[in-house]
DNA sequence: TAGTTGGGTTTTTTT
DNA sequence: AACCCAACTA
């Protein structure tokens, strides 16, 4: 009886199929890490090969860190030398040890989405790009699917020609990437494309990592993008070894580059590859899998496969329906209460999952409320919260000297009177002479113009000597602990009397647990390889197993795991599948969305709970929402409860106020504003129960009147003040002309055909038009 | 230079 | 609602 005994016939297959290229087609819960870490086994332990030969490339850490486990557990000795890690990290690794051959110090840090935006932000004002016409964060995304592309700035400037906003990216992206390489630094992107640059210009690095890795196996092959395709390419192209697992439907990372033809095309890349479907789902029971087909067989470009289990029917899928968030969230609190009470559930096999972070807050709060021990995954990275940043950058500029950015985050945090100015003069003289910004501030005496400034900087360039030259004595638990005590960074949070300092305060000791940690993990602990490690931590990463919490996280997070009782909260359209996919005529991103929705189903075990809430507050903005089509998708008899059609009656009579059967209104609109409003600078931060009863009491009269209140467009019941022919203004749609004018019900159903837009059917009183 | 305030904006998703 | 920025004040 071998441990492979266990496996179904295709996930033999998969193990043993070791030689040339392998497509593993795995559905959702088809059992794909179990192969994988069978695979791993059988190459080290039936077939001699050396565990140093193997590399596995997963999406998270975790996954990362969750698979060499298995491994360990599998194979007695050797795991520890296979290489399982993510992309970026394996990039990160090759890179610091050969980066100079492009060009950089192999010290070289890594900037992220905040660093990037402090950078572009200086471009733009410097090209005098004008933020209105095109904003930072749409460059930035430009870039990076250019690097995501491998296009080069030079290509993109050659593709760019003729058009005049193509041309202004084209000059920001060459102007960032000169300055990041001035800074030591690369984005995440360039982590990917350098690599392959390293690899395409130097054979002979390549050729070495071709030789040690001679089983190359990627997991989450859906969600590659083109470099990410064409690094792997270059490595298994001496051995042709290389095994990814994926699966069509739940490719979900479409907005950073994932390239789905990069698993529809793998056999026309490698004509000789084996293709494997794993088809039967050991997670889920017939109910859960049942609904999870019905809603992703609406999508038209996919490989289609039938899972199936032999698991029973199980348990209905529940369907809820609430007034609004609030009730939404006291449901799920109380729902996943009482299965605690009763024994059904531990916390820990419950996880409520959300299309958008922000949805997390009302959950928490009421989760606070009942006291129900959770965990928020994502949000906001631990490592970039601002006061983990500050520390990260006093750590960095010791370390690296030249990333600019670093040096000018904390060169006055905390206040050391070294303002704007001081660095704009400071930069100036850098620049004219053509060194980095730090060795700048060690000539601050003779850069004209600065006065009693130049004292403070001499001050701050000496400090952060001292921390160098005592690096070689002390540990790095010692040098964090140094810096805040000579900084006075977490004193003055002390004293700033602020009512987060107490949660930064904590982060920061925190970040010391940490690195407490990485000390003692490591043999050698050394600055930059805590730097290179934190650098790359995604939040999913640092979730601690073993405690019994409530997981909360977003549809993404959740994808590659899996919980008996799943709560997919926020079912409506306009939020899932969102606003602007439902706008988009882009078909492929609805289905981007439903295959978002198949991901979050099948993360279900044994139980789904599918909630939603008529009316919800989005940014400010209190709309009203249809139930989300991917519910309506899933078969009636398959659920407790059907979506009724909004009993107020309220909801029909608007579904044709906008195409996506969903109607809004703004906060400011009702004209008791801030009767209900508890002050905010009253007493301690609202709860969802002070909130509730505005919302509640609020209602749908309420919404009515707010319409009417606001006095746009026409009042219900009187003629508009257009006509069939006039032209009109709307405030989304923008330009159209009226090509039809009907009574309605109760008010006027008046057609426009948008230039922009197209034509649309909306009552006169809540279109909001404007005769022009 | 530092702190405050008012106004404008708003990736949905992340390595 | 929350965040970020620019302008203003002390």
Redesign the pocket.
């Known amino acids: 009886m071998s441990i492979y005994d266990t496996l179904n016939e295709q996930q033999k297959k998969g193990v043993f199929t070791t030689e040339g290229p392998v497509l593993l087609l795995a559905g959702a819960g088809s059992g794909k890490t179990r192969v994988l870490t069978h695979r791993i086994s059988y190459l080290i332990d039936e077939l001699g090969v050396n565990p140093w030969n193997i590399m596995a490339i997963t999406?998270?850490?975790k996954a990362a860190g969750e698979m060499k486990e298995r491994v360990e557990k599998l194979v007695g000795t050797g795991s520890d030398s296979i290489w399982v890690t993510?992309?970026?990290?394996t990039c990160l690794r090759i890179l610091h040890r050969y980066s100079d051959r492009l060009g950089y110090e192999n010290n070289f840090t890594v900037y992220?989405?905040?660093d990037q935006?402090?950078v572009m932000?200086e471009i733009c004002?410097r090209l005098q790009i004008d933020?209105?016409k095109m904003?930072e964060?749409s460059i930035?995304?430009a870039i990076?699917s250019a690097k995501d592309e491998l296009i080069t700035p030079e290509e993109f400037e050659k593709s760019a020609f003729g058009d005049y906003r193509l041309q202004q990216i084209a000059q920001a992206y060459k102007e960032y990437q000169t300055i990041l390489k001035k800074s030591n630094a690369m984005d995440?992107?360039d982590l990917?494309m350098k690599t392959v640059e390293l690899f395409r210009t130097d054979p002979q690095v390549l050729k070495g990592y071709q030789k040690r890795f001679k089983y190359i196996m990627v997991d989450e092959y859906q969600d590659t993008n083109t470099a990410q395709f064409e690094l792997i390419r270059l490595l298994a192209d001496a051995h042709h070894n290389l095994c990814v697992v994926g699966d069509d439907d739940q490719s979900?990372?479409?907005?950073?580059g994932a390239n789905i033809r990069n698993i529809l095309d793998f056999e026309t890349v490698y004509p000789e590859a084996t293709v494997i479907r794993l088809e039967q789902n050991y997670r889920s029971t017939q109910n859960v899998l049942d609904a999870a087909n019905a809603v992703i067989r609406n999508n038209r470009k996919r490989k289609s496969k039938t899972l199936w289990t032999d698991k029973g029917q199980g348990s209905p899928i529940h369907f809820m329906e609430f007034l609004n968030g609030f009730e939404e969230a006291e449901f799920i609190a109380d729902d996943v209460a009482r299965k605690n009470r009763e024994g059904i559930a531990h916390y820990s096999d419950c996880a409520i999952l959300f299309?958008?972070?922000?949805q997390a807050?009302l959950l928490e709060e009421r989760f606070v409320i009942e006291g129900i021990p959770y965990n928020v995954?994502?949000?906001t990275?631990f490592y970039a919260r601002k006061e983990i940043k500050d520390m990260l950058a006093y750590l960095k500029t010791i370390d690296n000297g030249s990333d600019d950015l670093a040096i000018k985050r904390v060169i006055?945090v905390p206040?050391?009177?070294?303002?704007?100015?001081?660095v704009i003069k400071v930069q100036d003289y850098a620049d004219l002479h053509e060194i980095s910004f730090y060795d700048a501030l060690r000539q601050a005496e003779d850069i004209p113009g600065l006065g009693k400034?130049s004292g403070k900087l001499k001050g701050f360039v000496n400090m952060i000597q001292v921390f160098r030259s005592k690096q070689e004595f002390y540990g790095l638990s010692d040098l964090i602990r140094d810096i805040i005590e000579t900084t006075g960074y977490v004193r003055e949070l002390e004293a700033s009397g602020d009512d987060d300092a107490e949660g930064r305060i904590e982060n920061i000791d925190e970040l010391i647990s940490k690195i407490v940690s990485f000390e003692e993990i490591h043999n050698q602990p050394t600055l930059r390889e805590f730097l290179e490690e934190v650098a790359?931590?995604?939040?999913?990463?640092n979730l601690e197993g073993g405690s019994d919490k409530v997981l909360l996280?977003?549809?993404?997070?959740a994808k590659g795991l899996e919980f008996p009782h799943v709560y997919l909260a926020g079912m409506e359209d306009g939020?899932?599948?969102?606003?602007?996919?439902i706008a988009?005529d882009d078909q492929e991103?609805l289905e981007?969305?439903r295959r978002?929705a198949y991901v979050g189903i099948t993360r279900a075990k044994e139980d789904l709970t599918l909630c939603y809430a008529k009316m919800r507050?989005i940014?400010?903005?209190t709309q009203v929402n249809a139930v989300s089509r991917f519910v309506r998708e899933i078969p009636e008899e398959l659920m407790d409860h059907r979506p009724s059609s909004m009993g107020s009656g309220f909801k029909r009579e608007y579904e044709e106020e906008n195409p996506f059967g969903s109607a809004s209104f703004s906060?400011g609109g009702f004209p008791e504003k801030g009767s209900f409003?508890p002050k905010?600078s009253a007493g301690p931060r609202k709860t969802a129960i002070e909130n509730k009863p505005f919302i509640a009491g609020g209602g749908v009269g309420a919404l009515h009147a707010a319409g009417i209140a606001k006095g746009v467009g026409a009042v219900s019941g009187g003629r508009p003040s257009y006509d069939a022919g006039d032209r009109v203004r709307h405030i989304k749609y923008g330009e159209g002309t009226v090509t039809d004018l009907e009574p309605g019900p109760r008010d006027y159903k008046v057609t426009v055909d948008f230039d922009e837009a197209g034509q649309k059917i909306m009552y006169a009183a809540f279109a909001k038009l404007e005769k022009v």
Request: proline share 3%; no cysteine; aromatic share 8%.
């Open positions: 999406f998270t850490n993510t992309f970026h990290s992220d989405t905040d935006k402090t932000k004002k933020p209105k904003k964060r930035l995304s990076s995440f992107d990917i979900i990372y479409k907005f950073r299309r958008t972070n922000a807050r995954v994502g949000g990275n006055n206040k050391r009177g070294i303002g704007a100015t001081t400034a790359l931590v995604a939040d999913i990463d996280m977003t549809l993404h997070s939020l899932f599948p969102s606003y602007m996919t988009s991103e981007e969305e978002l507050m940014r400010g903005e906060r409003k905010a």
